[in-house]
């Protein structure tokens, strides 16, 4: 009986909780304002939440800094710290950048990881 | 150079070991093959004790020419520091693990040979030895600074006068116990693996869990005390005013600790029973493998930029051995499983439900349901680079939520599994205690209650904490008449439910305010008064950083409290953020807990922003108006006599009767780690009692005429106003949080119990002889 039990359990539980974590484990996709908005609820020790912004790169500053529009048309800065993309940035390309804000007088986004839509 | 070859000597003097003894497996004890292998062994032992006290000694004296004693030291450090800096790097902390592993391996070696186990526990616990020796020879903590750096044109002749310092966040009493506690429970989790393919090797199914139970019992405790410890530091010295926030790296050590849980309850079992054999060769197994998954998920970069921590990439061939050392533990273990799968099933039987051994077996399914959430979660970011989705960690209340479910449950069908009784428990004796347990559990969930407790989770938390506390204190005190060694898993239990009211209450009943103390004035926050008393300069040595002690009195009830709370910015993290000191004031019923925010001056000075080209209103006095037509450059200004830059804002004023009048607002400027600082010359606009000042220039670098000056302004007729430094806080007050060390702490005295009986009970059995060797097919 208890063999049934745990097996059963194994069976149904491991599959519980992958979908449960996620439920917990997706960064929401936000645009650059809601970012910021969400970062102002943090201390200034901690990290912003990561979140998804839908971008267009407007113009490349370099290898690691891009302009880009969001969705809802605010251009903002990003630097960009994750592993050498494949294909360089380039204006007008769509990319979903994964990420934090940084929030003070000139708020910008830290993309980790770049993603093509 | 000697330090880089003995590590690659050592490496081979443990493979060579490992060889000797996987020769001698079928072999008599007095064969000299054995005898060898066991002088080689010590010999790795004794290198690996001296490797580690030679990288001590050279980051004592300072000896920059070696990059690992560059990296996490400095002069400045004092000795207790210093020897933390051993293990505060990747390099030193595989030393420290290894040494530890090779340290316990010493006691082992003569306690196999005893129980007639030598030859297949040191294959086993050589093999691991290897493994970890070939990591130090990927991540050697002898290198040499020219080594490291020579494609940056590094020579011999180059040292550097100071090292780059150990992180400001371990500069704490606590970080020089917390990590060796943790990594002589992770080296003491391989004996039960090497005992378990042991048993696998030898066909010993049962003979292994007695001789073992000791070791893993103390890898349990030890392992458990270090995560706390942990806890602890994360407490007293980060400042965010909790003592677990279910990171990786907590999570880390966590989950080979909760398997090593199951699988001591487990062995009870066998021990009782003869029953779950495979359970518990599979559990010995995976809590090896996970304290070596825990290391490679934390070690190897993959989490990357997941966690508050920081993950330092440890290099290709060091991530590939990560990799294959994991891998190929996995592989023996599961080999061997599956080998001697249908020999181990023969002493199969069920379990009743109504048995403390099903109770137990419940009991550890849970535990092991809780690994698996926080495995799952842990490895979620890895999860998810491998499906090429975005790789984020899931939020803590992933865990918290699982949790809330998962720990009443132990806690209630722990105190079960004590009720029962082995083989069978009579329905009145089972009703007679669980009724007792139950109504002192309903009374102490109901005073909960009545404390305000509302919501299911604490309710069931408590319901859960006050049953295993009662059978646990009723039982105790039972067995305490037949002697201490009876009482350890009592102890422990009691222990846990400690902790579990200590959590509880700190999170139920913790109460936190955000508080602006401005220097010299009381503030009322709650019951308590705060009054930021003034700061002062500590740790004046480091260069780095300039650290204040920032001292807030607290009153309440009459008395008074002061306490000293940390804040400063550090060139170690190039000064993006601070690092934070929590203030303590420690006490049984609650602690008072000051966590800085922030500094800052008074804004008694009444200010606006101005862009180039526009007006505004002067704050104080409405009928002036300011516009602003552009700054001065700094060449045109020229120096202060302390050398500072200076630049002025071109202001034209309108006066209440509509004059104009040009004005000048100059500004020093000070250019420091943290961006310029403005020191304005006040300037009294002409015809008006209005002075001002320029306080900030927000230059706009892709169109100047964007650029942006920030005045401020008092009125002259009246003295100047002072401002005042801001000590911004959170205060919380956290009662009975002192549950959750003295829950820690009687957890490890009962491991400690419970060690001691089982050494004494291993005694009392008549020696066995050495099992008759078979072979693996």
Redesign the interface.
């Known amino acids: 009986?208890?063999r049934a039990?745990?097996i059963g359990?194994a069976v149904i539980?491991?599959p519980a909780?992958?979908w449960?974590?996620s439920?917990?484990?997706?960064?929401d996709t936000v645009t650059f304002l809601q970012a910021i908005q969400r970062a102002s609820t943090t201390?200034?020790?901690?990290?912003a939440p990561?979140v998804?912004i839908e971008v267009v790169v407007t113009s490349v500053e370099s290898d690691r800094e891009i302009q880009c529009v969001d969705g809802a048309g605010t251009s903002f800065h990003t630097e960009y710290?994750g592993s050498a993309p494949e294909v360089p940035f380039a204006a007008g390309q769509q990319h979903?950048l994964?990420g934090h804000v940084h929030n003070g007088?000139k708020p910008y986004f830290h993309a980790?990881?770049r993603?093509d839509r | 150079m000697i330090g880089q070859i003995g590590i690659h000597l050592l490496f081979g003097i443990a493979l060579a070991s490992t060889v000797l003894y996987g020769t001698t497996l079928h072999a008599p004890a007095d064969d000299k093959r054995i005898s060898i292998a066991r002088w080689l062994f010590r010999i790795l032992a004794g290198g690996l004790v001296a490797s580690a006290a030679g990288l001590i000694a050279l980051i004592v004296t300072h000896q920059f020419q070696f990059t690992y004693v560059w990296n996490y030291s400095s002069t400045e450090l004092p000795l207790h520091l210093l020897v933390a800096c051993f293990y505060s790097g990747q390099e030193g902390s595989f030393l420290l693990w290894t040494m530890f592993v090779a340290v316990i391996g010493i006691l082992l070696q003569p306690y196999a040979k005893r129980h007639g186990y030598e030859a297949p526990v040191m294959l086993f616990y050589g093999l691991i030895l290897s493994f970890l020796t070939l990591l130090l020879v990927a991540k050697n903590p002898f290198a040499y600074y020219y080594e490291s750096f020579a494609s940056q044109g590094i020579t011999i002749d180059d040292i550097p006068a100071n090292g780059k310092g150990l992180n400001p966040l371990l500069h704490n009493a606590w970080i020089t116990i917390h990590p060796p506690i943790l990594f002589v429970g992770f080296a003491s989790m391989s004996v039960s693996f090497a005992f378990a393919m042991a048993g696998l090797v030898r066909k010993d199914y049962h003979r292994w869990i007695d001789i073992s139970l000791p070791w893993t019992l103390f890898a349990t405790g030890i392992l458990g005390f270090g995560i706390m410890l942990g806890g602890f530091w994360a407490y007293e010295t980060l400042?965010?005013g909790g003592f677990w926030g279910w990171d990786p790296v907590e999570n880390s050590s966590l989950i080979p600790w909760l398997v090593v849980v199951a699988l001591v309850h487990t062995m009870l079992v066998q021990k009782r029973t003869r029953g779950l054999v495979k359970t518990n060769m599979a559990l010995a197994v995976l809590s090896f493998v996970m304290v070596l998954y825990s290391t490679f998920l934390t070690r190897s970069g993959v989490l990357?930029?997941t966690s508050?921590h920081s993950f330092v990439d440890p290099g290709r061939f060091a991530f590939w051995i990560l990799l294959l050392f994991m891998v190929t533990f996995i592989g023996i273990g599961v080999s061997l499983l599956v080998i001697r799968r249908s020999d181990m099933n023969v002493t199969r039987e069920?379990?009743a439900?109504t048995t403390r051994e099903?109770m137990l077996?419940?009991g550890s399914?849970l535990v092991m349901?809780s690994a698996?959430?926080v495995t799952?979660?842990t490895s979620?970011p890895v999860?998810?680079e491998v499906l090429g989705l975005?790789?984020?960690?899931?939020?803590i209340?992933?865990y918290n939520?699982?949790h809330r479910i998962l720990v009443p449950a132990i806690l209630v069908v722990n105190a079960i599994s004590l009720v029962m009784q082995w083989r069978n428990t009579t329905r009145s004796v089972f009703r007679r205690r669980v009724l007792r347990s139950s109504v002192a559990a309903v009374v102490g969930t109901g005073v909960l209650i009545a404390f305000g407790v509302r919501d299911l989770w604490p309710i069931a938390l408590g319901f859960g904490a006050w049953f295993s506390f009662a059978i646990n204190v009723e039982d105790g005190l039972r067995m305490l008449k037949a002697g201490p060694a009876m009482m350890g898993a009592y102890v422990s239990h009691v222990g846990i439910a400690l902790l579990m009211f200590g959590v509880i209450t700190t999170s139920m009943y913790a109460e936190t305010y955000h508080a602006v103390l401005v220097h010299g004035k009381p503030v009322n926050v709650g019951t308590y008064t705060l009054t930021y008393l003034g700061k002062e300069q500590v740790d004046k040595e480091f260069r780095d950083r300039e650290k204040f002690r920032y001292y807030v009195r607290i009153e309440h009830d009459g008395q008074r409290r002061t306490v000293a709370p940390v804040l400063y910015w550090s060139d170690f993290n190039q000064r993006q953020?601070?690092f934070?000191e929590p203030g303590i004031r420690w006490g049984l019923m609650n602690d008072l807990y000051v966590s800085p925010?922030?500094i800052g001056r008074e804004d008694v000075f009444h200010e606006t922003t101005v862009q180039k080209g526009a007006s505004a209103q002067v704050p104080i006095d409405k009928n002036v108006s300011l516009f602003l037509d552009g700054f001065t450059m700094p060449m045109e200004e020229g120096q202060t006599e302390d050398g500072r830059m200076q630049m002025s804002a071109k202001i034209v004023a309108t006066t209440a009767n509509g004059d104009t009048v040009n004005v000048k607002a100059r500004t020093r400027i000070t250019t420091g780690p943290n961006g310029p600082a403005f020191d304005p010359e006040w300037t009294t606009i002409p015809g008006t009692t209005t002075a001002v000042g320029l306080i900030n220039i927000?230059r706009n670098n892709e169109d100047p005429s964007k650029s942006k000056g920030t005045f401020a302004f008092y009125d002259v007729s009246k003295p100047r106003p002072f401002a005042r430094e801001e000590f911004t806080v959170e205060f919380s007050v956290k009662p009975l949080i002192s549950l959750v060390w003295i829950g820690v702490i009687a957890m490890v005295t009962g491991f400690a119990f419970s060690i001691g009986r089982s050494v004494r009970m291993l005694k009392k059995k008549p020696t066995l002889q050495v099992v008759q060797n078979e072979p693996l097919t």
């Open positions: 009986m208890i039990i745990i359990l539980g491991i909780a992958v449960f974590a439920q917990y484990g997706q960064p201390s200034e020790a901690e990290q990561k998804v710290s979903r994964l007088a980790t990881q993603f | 400042g965010w990357g930029d508050v069920e379990f439900p099903f077996s419940i399914a349901a698996v959430f799952i979660g979620w999860i998810m975005p790789k984020v960690a899931v939020a209340d992933f939520q699982v953020s601070p934070l925010k922030n927000d």
